[in-house]
């Protein structure tokens, strides 16, 4: 297994965000990075060239090597916005069918638009992301 290559940058992720042209998914990304930082109580910071990612936590490759990822984040994409839940949704059936359009990955929610979810779900489900993610890992801020 290789290492992980979304790695953090200096790109300021507010100048990130003020720069995406379309209205809609520059305003879904202004209300995220609000959501976000008031769910983890840390700043955010760009993770390769699109993703805003909060806080880290380091894991070991089968190989033994040591790495890192951001705990949580999103990043405005033109098809959809994505929300990384890191664990994974195991035990989050209930906040899922709550939650309003969206698809899932094995980390990635995948929704549309903010307008199609319920804000408040969204809040525990990352909470709950973070939750199960300091179960197993170290979890560190920003």
Same mark, same amino acid.
């Given at each position: 297994?290789?290492? +992980?290559?979304?790695?953090? %940058?200096?790109? &300021? ?5 003020? #720069? ?6 520059? /305003?879904? @990304? ?29 894991? !070991? $490759? @089968? ?8 705990? %949580?984040?999103?990043?405005?994409? /033109? /098809? +959809? ?11 989050? #059936? $209930?906040?899922?069918? *709550? ?13 549309? *638009? $903010?307008?199609?979810? &319920?804000?408040?779900?969204?809040? %525990? ?5 973070? #939750?199960?993610? !300091?179960?197993?890992? #170290?979890?560190?801020?920003?």
């Amino acid at each position: 297994m290789s290492e +992980n290559v979304t790695r953090p %940058t200096t790109v &300021d992720p507010l100048r990130y965000v003020a #720069d995406i042209e379309h209205d809609g998914r520059r /305003a879904d @990304a202004e209300t995220m990075l609000e959501l976000m930082g008031r769910v983890t109580g840390w700043a955010p910071r760009m993770w390769g060239p699109s993703i805003i990612g909060y806080g880290r936590y380091r894991y !070991r $490759l @089968a190989s033994g090597k040591e790495s890192e990822s951001l705990a %949580t984040g999103f990043s405005p994409r /033109a /098809a +959809n916005l994505v929300v990384y839940i890191v664990p994974g949704y195991d035990d989050l #059936d $209930l906040e899922l069918a *709550r939650l309003g359009k969206h698809r899932i990955g094995k980390s990635c929610l995948y929704v549309k *638009r $903010l307008a199609d979810i &319920d804000l408040d779900v969204l809040e %525990t489900i990352v909470r709950r992301g973070l #939750d199960s993610l !300091r179960q197993h890992h #170290d979890v560190a801020g920003e």
